[in-house]
């Protein structure tokens, strides 16, 4: 079975402060892609990456970087200095190898980010 | 590029009556197309998979007579929600995958209120 677990509901952080938000995943298919999504109060869904289990190089994007462990299964996201334009909720996600492009989604964490 | 739109953004309808949603890919055909829902402060579930010109599948629990997927053409899909009522009241995302099922793209989402 395929799951996704985000155990950080809502992360508070004040400005210009590093947040780790943490995403755990289970599958047993060989070939998966993970993902990470950011959705604002307006709801749309903004794509933010897509690692496949071959590679486990950490990436950075901007303020953004990413830390695959497939020892650990976890897929973790910082963000640095923090603003509030980064407060949202951010879904961690999974496409299993088997699965025809069913995406599972991890339930969210909310990020608050105050001035 | 991979722009995928949702219409209505927005619609309040009476119990009892049907709603039509579309789902367009704006500049690529989309082999695959999915359906979620998002219920308040929730994560997205998958409603339905289908596939330009086959009839869709459903995921568990989600019936199929009351939530219509049509998949005409490798642009548009179309979820009716037939004899809606306030429990349908969600936010439905549409998403659409040009060939590799390990790629979606999402559109902007339809939040749905049944009086």
């Known amino acids: 079975a395929q799951k996704v677990t985000q155990a950080q509901t809502e992360i508070s952080v004040v400005e210009k402060e590093d947040v780790t938000l943490d995403c755990v995943y289970e599958t047993r298919d060989t070939t998966y892609y993970l993902f990470w999504y950011k959705q604002p109060p307006s709801g749309e869904l903004v794509f933010l990456i897509r690692?496949?289990?071959?590679?486990?190089q950490n990436e950075i994007s901007g303020r953004y970087s990413w830390n695959f462990q497939k020892s650990t299964s976890s897929f973790n996201f910082t963000i640095t200095a923090s603003q509030v334009v980064d407060s949202a909720v951010y879904f961690c996600?999974?496409?299993?190898?088997?699965?025809?492009?069913?995406?599972?989604f991890g339930k969210g964490t909310k990020l608050s980010v105050k001035p | 590029g991979a722009v995928v739109s949702q219409h209505p953004s927005r619609v309040i309808c009476k119990s009892g009556t049907s709603v039509k949603i579309e789902c367009r890919s704006l500049d690529f055909q989309a082999t695959t197309m999915f359906w979620y829902r998002q219920f308040p402060k929730q994560s997205l579930m998958l409603m339905a998979t289908s596939n330009e010109g086959s009839k869709a599948t459903y995921e568990q629990g989600v019936e199929k007579d009351k939530f219509l997927i049509n998949h005409a053409s490798l642009t548009l899909s179309t979820l009716t929600v037939t004899s809606a009522h306030p429990e349908d009241s969600s936010f439905y995302i549409c998403?659409?995958?040009?060939?590799?099922?390990?790629?979606?793209?999402f559109g902007p989402g339809t939040r749905l209120t049944v009086l």
């Open positions: 996600a999974l496409i299993s190898g088997g699965s025809q492009g069913n995406l599972i």
């Open positions: 690692r496949n289990s071959f590679d486990e």
């Open positions: 998403s659409a995958s040009p060939q590799s099922y390990n790629e979606q793209f």
